[in-house]
């Protein structure tokens, strides 16, 4: 099993930048695409940003130009760089990855999440 913790969500006002990060720990071969996806209250989880393992990038059309995914392959890492925080940003903020793991197939792992509040 892999398991992911989310680290850096907190209160900030609107504007203001935040960096999220998420390490993967456990029984790990390799990872594959890493990711962050958010959840606002009373809306359905929606991706925000992936990148692949060659560090291939990918984001959703509301965040292009404001935040950067990044991720370090040696320490099993990704982060979210979030700059120009609008509220409409708050959520919370989940960690996913996934890998193939021999005689199993692929798996996906999902962290349990770091609540981003943007107000002023």
């Known amino acids: 099993q892999v398991q992911l913790v989310e680290s850096g969500g907190g209160l900030v006002q609107p504007g203001g930048s935040l960096r999220l990060s998420c390490a993967a720990s456990?029984?790990?071969?390799?990872?594959?695409?890493m990711g962050w996806y958010r959840q606002a209250p009373g809306k359905q989880r929606e991706l925000v940003a992936t990148?692949?393992?060659?560090?291939?990038?990918n984001y959703a059309d509301s965040v292009k130009g404001r935040f950067t995914i990044s991720r370090d392959n040696a320490n099993n890492l990704v982060y979210l760089q979030m700059n120009s925080l609008d509220p409409e940003d708050t959520a919370v903020y989940y960690c996913?990855?996934?890998?193939?793991?021999?005689?199993?197939?692929?798996?996906?792992?999902w962290g349990k999440g770091t609540l981003v509040t943007v107000s002023s």
């Open positions: 996913t990855t996934n890998q193939v793991v021999p005689g199993r197939g692929a798996m996906e792992y």
């Open positions: 456990g029984s790990i071969f390799m990872l594959n695409g």
């Open positions: 990148i692949t393992r060659g560090g291939r990038t």
